[in-house]
């Protein structure tokens, strides 16, 4: 099977290589970690590219939060 180009950087992705939970904190849980691994991944701009065009709603993506890629959608519309 061919790998969809969503796939392609979805493996290549730091948090890939983590503990997924550190993406995904619970309610008022810190962000820091997984921002702090986001800013030094190769495929941030598509993964934040991924959430913003699948509406994402939970977790952080691209190095955003969810309250913050709403934030940014809202500019960008």
């Known amino acids: ?4 180009i969503e796939e392609q950087w979805q493996e290549r992705a730091l948090c890939a290589q983590t503990d997924p939970e550190a993406f995904f904190p619970e ?14 991944c190769e495929v941030r701009d598509e993964c934040l590219e991924y959430a913003l065009a699948h509406d994402e709603r939970f977790g952080i993506w691209g190095g955003l939060s969810e ?3 709403r934030r940014l959608k809202r500019g960008i519309g």
Do not use: N
């Open 67 to 69: 309250r913050e890629r």
């Open 1 to 4: 099977m061919f790998e969809s």
């Open 27 to 40: 309610k008022g849980g810190s962000t820091r970690e997984a921002k702090r691994i986001c800013m030094g």
